[in-house]
């Protein structure tokens, strides 16, 4: 599709990704990465006595996963043309549910807004993170793309 395009498909999903697996592991090396080894994400045995009966995953981990497992380059849209997508920012997250170590996510992603620019396409997309099983989502994020045609 091409720029002009885009207007059409605002309030769409363009983008579900597979399921990601949140193992202790990879809590532990985030909390090596950040600095941030509070009880609840890398103490198994004190975080079970704690009010989610086992360890979480940090929400900047949940949120962190945009920029690379839930990738969705320029949106989740392909943009015929394009020469180069950058991260241009997030609007709005939440941390609605914690992430329970043992949890699957998957990202679901609807386009929220096309915006023309001076040589670029500025994209919103809606970013739901969902836990298998759960009712509630893990995060909400709006992510903001400039795709540069």
């Known amino acids: 599709m ?3 395009d885009l207007a059409a498909h605002v309030g769409q999903e363009v ?8 193992t202790q592991a990879r809590i532990d ?6 600095g941030d080894h509070q009880f609840i994400h890398v103490d198994a045995e004190q975080a079970a006595r704690g009010p989610f009966g086992t360890t979480i995953a ?8 945009l920029a690379g497992e839930f990738s969705v380059q320029g949106g989740g849209v ?5 020469r180069l997508t950058v991260n241009y920012g997030l609007n709005r997250v939440r941390f609605i549910t914690p992430v329970r170590v043992g949890a699957r996510l998957r990202n679901r992603a609807v386009l929220q807004a ?11 997309v809606l970013n739901t993170i969902e836990i298998d099983g759960e ?15």
């Open 114 to 124: 096309a915006e023309p620019g001076d040589g670029y396409v500025q994209i919103t």
């Open 78 to 82: 392909d943009i015929a043309g394009s």
């Open 58 to 65: 940090h929400g900047f981990l949940t949120l962190s996963l």
């Open 15 to 22: 983008a579900l990704s597979a399921w990601v697996d949140i």
């Open 29 to 34: 090396a985030f909390a090596d990465a950040t």
């Open 135 to 149: 009712t509630r989502p893990a995060c909400t994020a709006e992510s903001v793309f400039r795709v540069y045609v």
């Open 2 to 4: 091409n720029a002009a």
